[in-house]
């Protein structure tokens, strides 16, 4: 019967879930808890616990440190007898192993949890203030404070607490804290204490009465000199005040022998770290005056007088206070808000984004981060969105109408999931952090401590994603569902946002013009069709998408223009609403600037190519080539091919811009690949957009084939593959006669055909323009626009320059007759990889025809250390010291031989020419110049080698370039600072000097 009865507890163990029965039954045999065993009612109070076993070990060191053995006995016997303490002793020992050590290490700390007053139920800050009075040196203090957390705890675990009661019970806890530590200060110090006048003010969660068991207490100090001082006393009261409050920060924050309490934390005073840690009253209100942040003015949103002297706190709080509500209208608001929000996105480790409670996607941060951003836009108007607690601020936001009422007890719900997680997860060792325990105990700990027992880990997992895909869902629309239903013109049984405060909100999420913003949204949401319920659905992420952009009214009525071409199209919703990256990408487009967004406009349906990563991909040279040569076919008529030419380019020149711009917003920086893989991919659309454009010339010419071949030579940065959105193609057209035809007649064909495919070209089109520049040609404007091989060999040989040597050092075919081109580049290449250099006096003339260039293309009044093209360290200055290396040793080391700038400075670093650090620092500007040129084009909707002057689109070429929000003159110092390197490096080499 022993075993079977050994059998029988073991079951009953693990049934009631002890993850060790067998351990358990030992030590439950051991006569541990008294020499008869534990009964059944001490058997479910352990079972019911977060972790059976945890609690069992704790439970066993209690009784037995025990002082006397009549105290163990009365310890199990009226754990035994009185249900509140078993529910409320066990719960803690269960689910912290920190507060069971503080039991096991203080074994009379048990009998404070034997019964509480009803008084005691809900305690205020008179009664821990009571709770820590006799708390007369730090040791008492910190023995205090623990006493009042168990009792706090136990409340929490036992059920008679809810998260809301807890968080503000620990927060009074804090204060009476904070004015206890500081009665010790002053009593250490009296003189010091005479000397001035210090009030404590509480920030944070502290502040706002919502305190979590474990954290950082955020403070400001404030001092004065005593009422009636004279000025002198000034400055030994601050010191005074310095004091004092450093060594309350130390009290509370010190470890000994009986623990620590929590840091003390007063970086968020004026100016951080590297400000004073006591200011005065006269000195906090002109900090905030003249030099104070967003995020500090959102900060002081939770400031709270809390200890010290309260009459200097008040004054204190009343002189920030008005200065909180005046936030929004502060010039840079949305800027500082926007880069608020990104920072704490990019903080998170990557190894615990999946992790993070607090400020991971739909965590804790996100709702605090919502919920103080629409009291700041709207509480400078309605004094009832004050609260500094985030429950009671949400539940003010729904009741004046800000958040709908179902979204914001959603909400509600969610933030106490995740609070009361965290506040568990904090419990176990009384360690601050905010991450998801990754062992399976830890975890199902925490899920029995929540009431989930049939699968903790697999409900609490369930419930965290649930929540946080909550929280993530009303992120967004919590600011843009309220605009939605105020404009909707539907019966949402909730109240609306009054006009008024659409469009406050509007504003302060950067809309310039928010009546305007306001009527799109009303002509894209408004009735009950199913095209206004999809895009109501739609809008929250968009329009989240385009505040975070330099120029959200644009992006608003790009979306609005392409919606209104394509929103009856039966795939153009369906994608955008199934397809997540579909809406999110075109969000980015539409707000990037002119060039996409024009390109979409006047093809809507390109919209599809967003909806992967497929759809952005650049198609290659050949299948562009294939496809426009077969569009060229379909047409007789030429200017109908070539207008179907110009379908195909304007086409792709969306993808490229459309995946240049998702990309810029993915993977801010400089990003070489990207700045090539433009390059690239324009220059094979040109060079197929040419290929079809020279079929329907010479088609018209003379039919199926022309009298002489024909090839088209690329120059410049088009064959360099170098070219930007906006470039012009450099070419020179050359042929040759067929075998039988002589060269008058070849000549006349040649010409006929390169001034047709001129022609097609400059037919006027609202398409971005393919504009060919055959001046580079011999002779330039003055000689013939076309040469046979044969001409440009006797050329070459009797008459070249060596600025034409340098040109055609980017010479490359790029349509016609392949074997043609061949054979020009072999005729060339003497010329251009002269054997021994170029010499000392053409080195000399190149010098100067360089220095000329500048001095006569470079604008009036352009500004030299901002000019891409032709400014210091710009795309000029690199690329002719690079070209100027190659003349001099490609005959010698084939490896220079390529018309790519970057490949070019490589090989020139690989073969000693250069040092790493100078092809380091000239590929870094020419980089930075060609992503500047980009930029320039895509936000204005046409070339420019200069920043722009506007704000608007001078921050949208910061957006593109990586920067944050209100960087714009960041990115100009950076800029002046990579381009001036670049310059004394060229100074060197292309100038020697």
Same mark, same amino acid.
Not at 168 to 174: G, R
Not at 596 to 620: F, H, I, K, N
Not at 789 to 803: I, N
Not at 940 to 952: E, H, L, V
């Given at each position: 019967?022993?075993g079977?009865?050994?059998?029988?507890?073991?079951?009953?163990? +693990?049934?009631r879930?002890?993850?060790?029965?067998?351990?358990?039954?030992?030590?439950?045999?051991?006569?541990?808890?008294?020499?008869?065993?534990?009964?059944n009612?001490?058997l479910d109070g352990?079972?019911?616990?977060?972790?059976?076993?945890?609690?069992?070990?704790?439970?066993?060191?209690?009784?037995?440190n025990?002082?006397e053995?009549?105290?163990?006995?009365?310890?199990?016997?009226?754990?035994?007898?009185?249900? #509140?303490?078993?529910?409320?002793l066990?719960s803690?020992?269960g689910?912290?192993?920190?507060l069971g050590?503080?039991?096991?290490?203080?074994?009379?700390?048990?009998?404070?949890?034997?019964?509480?007053?009803?008084?005691?139920?809900?305690?205020?800050?008179a009664?821990?203030?009571t709770?820590l009075?006799?708390?007369?040196?730090?040791?008492?203090?910190?023995?205090?404070?623990?006493?009042?957390?168990?009792?706090?705890?136990?409340r929490?675990?036992s059920?008679?607490?809810?998260?809301?009661?807890?968080?503000?019970e620990?927060?009074d806890?804090?204060t009476?804290?904070?004015?206890?530590?500081?009665?010790?200060?002053?009593?250490?110090?009296?003189?010091d204490?005479?000397?001035?006048?210090?009030?404590?003010?509480?920030?944070?969660?502290c502040?706002?009465?919502?305190?979590?068991?474990?954290?950082?207490?955020?403070?400001?100090?404030?001092?004065e000199? #005593?009422?009636?001082?004279?000025?002198?006393?000034?400055?030994?009261?601050?010191?005074?005040?310095t004091?004092?409050?450093a060594?309350?920060?130390?009290i509370?924050?010190?470890t000994?022998?009986?623990?620590?309490?929590?840091?003390?934390?007063?970086?968020?005073?004026?100016e951080?770290?590297?400000?004073?840690?006591?200011?005065?009253?006269?000195s906090?209100v002109?900090?905030?005056?003249?030099?104070?942040?967003t995020?500090e003015?959102?900060?002081?949103l939770?400031?709270?007088?809390?200890?010290?002297?309260?009459?200097?706190?008040?004054?204190?709080?009343?002189?920030?206070?008005?200065?909180?509500?005046?936030?929004?209208a502060?010039?840079?608001?949305?800027?500082?808000?926007?880069?608020m929000r990104?920072?704490?996105?990019?903080?998170?480790?990557?190894?615990?984004?999946?992790?993070?409670?607090?400020?991971?996607?739909?965590?804790?941060?996100?709702?605090e981060?919502?919920?103080?951003?629409?009291?700041?836009?709207?509480?400078?108007g309605?004094?009832?969105?004050?609260?500094?607690?985030t429950?009671?601020a949400?539940?003010?936001?729904?009741d004046?109408?800000y958040?709908?009422?179902?979204?914001a007890?959603q909400?509600?719900?969610?933030?106490?999931?995740l609070?009361?997680?965290?506040?568990?997860?904090?419990?176990?060792?009384?360690?601050?952090?905010?991450?998801?325990?990754?062992?399976?105990?830890?975890?199902?700990?925490?899920?029995?401590?929540?009431?989930?027992?049939?699968d903790?880990?697999?409900?609490?997992?369930?419930?965290?994603?649930?929540?946080?895909?909550?929280?993530?869902?009303?992120h967004e629309?919590?600011?843009?569902?309220?605009?939605?239903?105020?404009?909707?013109?539907?019966d949402a049984?909730?109240?609306?946002?009054?006009l008024?405060?659409?469009?406050?909100r509007?504003?302060?999420l950067?809309?310039d013009?928010?009546?305007?913003a306001?009527?799109?949204?009303?002509?894209?949401?408004?009735?009950?069709?199913?095209?206004?319920?999809?895009?109501?659905?739609?809008?929250?992420?968009?329009?989240?998408?385009?505040a975070?952009?330099?120029?959200?009214?644009?992006?608003?009525?790009?979306?609005?223009?392409?919606?209104?071409?394509?929103?009856n199209?039966?795939?153009?919703l369906?994608?955008?609403r199934?397809?997540?990256?579909?809406?999110?990408?075109?969000?980015r487009?539409?707000?990037?600037?002119?060039?996409?967004?024009d390109l979409?406009?006047r093809?809507?349906?390109?919209?599809s190519?967003?909806?992967?990563?497929?759809?952005?991909?650049?198609?290659?040279?050949?299948a562009?080539?294939?496809?426009?040569?077969?569009?060229?076919?379909?047409?007789?008529?030429a200017?109908?091919?070539v207008?179907?030419?110009?379908?195909?380019r304007?086409?792709?020149?969306?993808r490229t811009?459309?995946?240049?711009?998702?990309?810029?917003?993915a993977?801010?920086?400089?990003? #070489?690949?990207?700045?090539?893989?433009?390059?690239?991919?324009?220059?094979?659309?040109?060079?197929?957009?040419?290929?079809?454009?020279?079929?329907?010339?010479?088609?018209?010419?003379?039919g199926?084939?022309?009298?002489?071949r024909?090839?088209?030579i690329?120059?410049?940065?088009?064959?360099?593959?170098?070219?930007?959105?906006g470039?012009?193609?450099?070419?020179?057209?050359?042929?040759?006669?067929?075998?039988?035809?002589?060269?008058?007649?070849?000549s006349?064909?040649?010409h +006929?055909?390169?001034?047709?495919?001129r022609?097609?070209?400059?037919?006027?089109?609202?398409?971005p323009?393919?504009?060919?520049?055959a001046?580079?040609?011999?002779?330039?404007?003055?000689?013939?626009?076309?040469?046979s091989?044969?001409?440009?060999? +006797?050329?070459?040989?009797?008459?070249?320059?060596?600025?034409?040597?340098?040109?055609?050092?980017?010479?490359?075919?790029?349509?016609?007759?392949?074997?043609?081109g061949?054979?020009?580049?072999?005729?060339?290449?003497?010329?251009?990889?002269?054997?021994?250099?170029?010499?000392?006096?053409?080195?000399r003339e190149?010098?100067?025809?360089?220095?000329?260039?500048?001095?006569?293309?470079?604008?009036r009044?352009?500004?030299p250390?901002?000019?891409?093209?032709?400014?210091?360290?710009?795309?000029?200055?690199?690329?002719?010291?690079v070209?100027?290396?190659?003349?001099?040793?490609?005959?010698?080391?084939p490896?220079?031989?390529?018309?790519r700038?970057?490949p070019?400075?490589?090989a020139a670093?690989?073969?000693?020419?250069?040092?790493?650090?100078?092809?380091?620092?000239?590929?870094?500007?020419?980089?930075?110049?060609?992503?500047?040129?980009?930029?320039?084009?895509?936000?204005?909707?046409?070339?420019?080698?200069?920043? #722009?002057?506007?704000?608007?689109?001078?921050?949208?070429?910061?957006?593109?370039?990586?920067?944050?929000?209100?960087?714009?003159?960041?990115m100009?110092?950076?800029y002046?600072?990579t381009t001036?390197?670049?310059?004394?490096v060229?100074?060197?080499?292309?100038?020697?000097?």
């Amino acid at each position: 019967m022993v075993g079977g009865r050994r059998e029988s507890l073991f079951g009953q163990l +693990a049934r009631r879930g002890f993850s060790a029965p067998a351990a358990a039954e030992e030590i439950l045999h051991s006569g541990a808890l008294g020499p008869g065993g534990p009964d059944n009612t001490l058997l479910d109070g352990l079972g019911a616990t977060a972790d059976p076993d945890l609690a069992l070990h704790a439970l066993v060191r209690v009784t037995e440190n025990q002082p006397e053995p009549a105290d163990r006995t009365l310890l199990l016997k009226t754990l035994t007898s009185s249900k #509140p303490l078993r529910d409320r002793l066990l719960s803690v020992l269960g689910a912290s192993e920190a507060l069971g050590d503080h039991l096991a290490a203080h074994p009379d700390e048990w009998r404070v949890l034997v019964s509480f007053d009803t008084a005691d139920l809900h305690p205020g800050l008179a009664d821990f203030e009571t709770a820590l009075a006799g708390a007369d040196d730090p040791d008492r203090l910190r023995l205090a404070y623990r006493r009042a957390l168990l009792m706090i705890a136990a409340r929490d675990l036992s059920g008679t607490s809810g998260f809301v009661e807890t968080a503000a019970e620990l927060a009074d806890l804090a204060t009476a804290t904070l004015r206890a530590a500081l009665r010790i200060a002053e009593a250490e110090a009296p003189e010091d204490a005479e000397r001035c006048r210090l009030a404590v003010v509480a920030m944070g969660k502290c502040g706002g009465g919502e305190l979590n068991y474990v954290s950082d207490v955020d403070v400001i100090f404030v001092g004065e000199a #005593p009422e009636g001082a004279d000025q002198e006393a000034e400055g030994p009261a601050m010191q005074a005040a310095t004091r004092l409050a450093a060594r309350l920060m130390r009290i509370c924050s010190d470890t000994t022998a009986e623990g620590t309490i929590w840091p003390v934390d007063a970086n968020l005073r004026p100016e951080g770290r590297n400000g004073p840690l006591v200011r005065s009253l006269a000195s906090h209100v002109a900090y905030y005056h003249r030099w104070a942040k967003t995020w500090e003015f959102q900060a002081l949103l939770k400031a709270r007088p809390v200890a010290g002297d309260r009459a200097l706190g008040e004054e204190y709080h009343a002189a920030v206070a008005p200065l909180v509500w005046e936030a929004a209208a502060r010039e840079n608001f949305v800027v500082d808000v926007q880069q608020m929000r990104r920072r704490v996105e990019e903080s998170i480790p990557a190894a615990h984004a999946g992790r993070e409670l607090k400020l991971g996607p739909g965590g804790l941060r996100d709702v605090e981060f919502a919920v103080q951003l629409l009291q700041l836009v709207h509480g400078r108007g309605d004094a009832e969105l004050r609260s500094p607690t985030t429950l009671s601020a949400l539940s003010a936001l729904a009741d004046r109408g800000y958040v709908g009422r179902v979204d914001a007890a959603q909400l509600d719900a969610s933030y106490q999931f995740l609070r009361t997680v965290e506040h568990r997860i904090q419990l176990h060792r009384l360690r601050r952090t905010h991450l998801m325990p990754d062992t399976e105990d830890e975890l199902r700990s925490i899920g029995r401590s929540l009431g989930f027992l049939k699968d903790p880990v697999a409900e609490l997992n369930h419930a965290w994603r649930r929540h946080t895909a909550v929280v993530r869902r009303l992120h967004e629309k919590l600011f843009y569902r309220p605009l939605l239903e105020s404009v909707a013109q539907l019966d949402a049984g909730e109240a609306r946002l009054s006009l008024g405060a659409a469009e406050e909100r509007l504003v302060a999420l950067g809309y310039d013009d928010p009546t305007a913003a306001l009527r799109h949204l009303k002509a894209l949401a408004s009735g009950v069709s199913r095209k206004a319920s999809i895009q109501r659905t739609l809008l929250p992420v968009m329009l989240d998408r385009f505040a975070d952009s330099a120029d959200p009214d644009a992006g608003l009525l790009g979306f609005r223009k392409v919606s209104d071409a394509l929103g009856n199209t039966p795939w153009y919703l369906r994608l955008l609403r199934d397809e997540g990256a579909a809406a999110e990408n075109l969000a980015r487009v539409v707000a990037s600037g002119r060039f996409a967004t024009d390109l979409l406009l006047r093809a809507p349906e390109a919209v599809s190519l967003l909806g992967g990563e497929e759809g952005l991909r650049p198609r290659g040279r050949q299948a562009l080539e294939q496809e426009i040569l077969a569009a060229v076919g379909r047409h007789p008529v030429a200017e109908e091919a070539v207008a179907a030419v110009r379908g195909v380019r304007r086409r792709e020149l969306f993808r490229t811009a459309a995946a240049d711009v998702i990309d810029a917003y993915a993977e801010p920086g400089l990003r #070489p690949e990207a700045v090539d893989r433009v390059g690239e991919a324009v220059t094979d659309l040109n060079a197929a957009a040419l290929a079809g454009a020279l079929r329907t010339a010479a088609r018209t010419h003379s039919g199926d084939e022309l009298p002489t071949r024909f090839a088209i030579i690329g120059m410049g940065r088009f064959g360099g593959q170098e070219l930007n959105y906006g470039s012009d193609a450099d070419v020179m057209f050359v042929h040759e006669p067929r075998e039988g035809v002589s060269d008058e007649e070849a000549s006349r064909a040649a010409h +006929a055909v390169a001034n047709e495919l001129r022609r097609l070209l400059q037919i006027p089109a609202p398409d971005p323009p393919l504009l060919i520049d055959a001046d580079l040609r011999p002779e330039g404007k003055s000689g013939p626009l076309v040469r046979s091989l044969t001409g440009y060999e +006797a050329y070459y040989r009797r008459w070249s320059r060596v600025w034409e040597s340098q040109a055609l050092l980017r010479a490359q075919p790029m349509a016609g007759d392949e074997g043609l081109g061949e054979r020009f580049l072999a005729l060339i290449d003497p010329v251009r990889y002269p054997e021994g250099g170029p010499g000392e006096d053409a080195e000399r003339e190149i010098r100067r025809l360089k220095a000329r260039m500048e001095a006569e293309r470079l604008p009036r009044g352009a500004d030299p250390t901002l000019h891409a093209k032709l400014g210091r360290g710009g795309l000029s200055d690199v690329e002719w010291t690079v070209q100027l290396l190659q003349l001099r040793h490609a005959h010698d080391r084939p490896e220079l031989r390529t018309t790519r700038t970057r490949p070019a400075l490589a090989a020139a670093q690989a073969a000693g020419l250069l040092d790493e650090d100078d092809a380091q620092t000239l590929d870094e500007a020419w980089l930075l110049a060609s992503r500047v040129r980009n930029a320039v084009l895509l936000v204005r909707g046409r070339p420019g080698d200069t920043f #722009p002057n506007a704000t608007r689109e001078l921050s949208g070429v910061a957006r593109y370039l990586g920067y944050d929000p209100g960087h714009a003159g960041e990115m100009l110092e950076d800029y002046r600072r990579t381009t001036r390197r670049a310059r004394a490096v060229v100074d060197r080499i292309f100038y020697e000097s």
